[in-house]
């Protein structure tokens, strides 16, 4: 039973294009995250969500929208897609409290934008 | 803001040598310290983690890392390391602020094990 989930795996797209990548946990966490690790394998946290609510909002363009239909996921839409924008992004669910603010990352989705 | 430093971008390693990785962090307050690794090709998976009491904690696969308070370092260690242990390991820092919480990574390092 995997945790944390993420499809596509690969994802190869031509510049312009939209695409999503979806994310689902079984772990019943309140919050969500988005990551992105760049070329260099630096991870940023982009968004975060806590029960469908945006807590986070690092500064990522707005051609970046996560989607929470509910508590259990958490999509990420990429409107007008950029060669910069090739990397691999991570998903991750943690439940918010004293000793329980571990993340538990997805296998993340390798995105190539050509 | 806290933040997280890896001195080492790279160690190279013999097999069933020992292995310190170092990380420093800057946070005003007790911070909430983890390492995680991550394998080639593979998502994040999580090593060990400090929040509070005892400064040395053990985690899965023989590592365990020391808190230092006063040195602002949460160190990994493994006494001896196994082929599969050669991949990326990330510190990082927690911290919350109400229903903010943001976990910031160090840059990484990467441990190559030569047989």
């Known amino acids: 039973d995997t945790a944390v989930s993420q499809t596509p795996k690969y994802l190869v797209t031509q510049m312009g294009n939209d695409k999503s990548i979806k994310c689902e946990q079984n772990l019943g966490h309140d919050t969500m995250y988005w990551y992105k690790q760049d070329s260099k394998k630096f991870l940023k946290i982009m968004f975060s969500y806590n029960n469908k609510e945006l807590i986070i909002n690092e500064t990522v363009p707005n051609r970046f929208s996560p989607k929470s239909p509910d508590k259990a996921h958490l999509n990420l839409h990429i409107n007008s897609l950029e060669l910069g924008d090739s990397a691999v992004y991570f998903c991750?669910?943690?439940?918010?409290?004293?000793?329980?603010?571990?993340?538990?990352f997805g296998p993340g989705t390798r995105l190539t934008v050509l | 803001a806290q933040s997280v430093t890896q001195p080492d971008i790279h160690i190279t390693v013999s097999e069933g040598a020992s292995l310190e990785l170092r990380c420093n962090y800057s946070y005003g307050a007790t911070p909430y310290l983890f390492w995680y690794v991550q394998s080639p090709g593979q998502g994040l998976q999580l090593l060990l983690k400090y929040f509070s009491g005892d400064t040395l904690v053990q985690g899965i696969k023989g590592f365990e890392a020391e808190f230092k308070r006063s040195q602002s370092s949460f160190n990994l260690r493994k006494p001896s390391v196994h082929w599969s242990d050669a991949a990326e390991y990330f510190c990082a820092v927690g911290a919350r602020r109400g229903n903010d919480y943001k976990l910031s990574f160090g840059a990484g390092t990467t441990v190559t094990v030569r047989a």
């Open positions: 991750a669910s943690s439940h918010p409290g004293q000793g329980l603010d571990t993340q538990y």
